[in-house]
């Protein structure tokens, strides 16, 4: 079966330091995937996806991410964060069909001043 | 503007006492789910739906139901809550069943005493 693995459940960093949210999926012939994320008391928004090409995606809020075939990755990176940022970020695999997402456990993120 | 709208934001009931979730949204999508979000679980697909009369089981149906009368709106029913329904309910839409995009609402937190 098709799945997602979010290596992190919280990840604390400090105001203006790189972040990386990691996120290892199961492979498969056809291979999508995206990014969401969930502000408190919010629902999700999409922050970027990879679908074929380029294997560096850029998102929204200063965000990319790297799909990595071998390692079965797709890392979320941004190279400085703001407060703002603090949110639970889901790493997410549409199905070819049906509409339906498979999602990691969720990662949460909390920038410190 | 484009939207997931679901109603109520949160919700307090008693076990055994019927409750409908409503969800609508306003971009003409096909698809349409719903998710429950659960801490260290991430979001698992409850029912979805692939257009009007036509419904199907996700991940975790039990203790569910769902109708699809209109293109639009996607309620969710349970008929007799239980405590273990306690969660974070989103309903989420996308323009078809493949590797696309889904639109999220604002999320129901239901209590189940």
């Known amino acids: 079966a098709q799945s997602v693995t979010q290596l992190d459940s919280q990840v604390p960093v400090f105001e203006e330091a790189p972040v990386e949210l990691r996120c290892n999926y199961s492979s498969s012939v056809s291979v999508y995937l995206f990014w969401y994320v969930q502000y408190p008391n919010q629902g999700l928004q999409l922050l970027l996806k990879?679908?074929?090409?380029?294997?560096l995606v850029k998102g929204i809020n200063g965000f990319e991410a790297e799909f990595n075939k071998s390692q079965t990755s797709f890392h979320l990176r941004k190279p400085s964060v703001h407060i703002s940022d603090t949110a639970e970020y889901f790493c997410?695999?549409?199905?070819?069909?049906?509409?339906?997402?498979?999602f990691g456990q969720g990662t949460e993120l909390s920038v410190k001043p | 503007e484009a939207q997931v709208t679901q109603n109520p934001r949160y919700l307090i009931t008693v076990t055994g006492k019927k409750l409908t979730v409503t969800c609508s949204q306003n971009?003409?999508?096909?698809?349409m789910s719903w998710y429950r979000q659960d801490p260290g679980l991430g979001l698992r697909q409850i029912y979805y739906?692939?257009?009007?009369?036509?419904?199907d089981k996700g991940d975790v149906p039990e203790g569910y139901k769902v109708s699809r009368k209109e293109k639009r709106n996607f309620p969710l029913i349970l008929e007799s809550p239980s405590p273990n329904q306690t969660s974070l309910y989103f309903c989420?839409?996308?323009?078809?069943?493949?590797?696309?995009?889904?639109?999220f609402g604002q999320g129901t937190r239901l209590t189940v005493v």
């Open positions: 989420a839409s996308s323009f078809h069943g493949g590797p696309t995009e889904a639109f």
């Open positions: 739906s692939m257009n009007v009369e036509v419904t």
């Open positions: 990879y679908l074929s090409g380029s294997t």
């Open positions: 997410a695999r549409p199905l070819a069909q049906g509409g339906k997402l498979i």
């Open positions: 971009m003409n999508h096909e698809y």
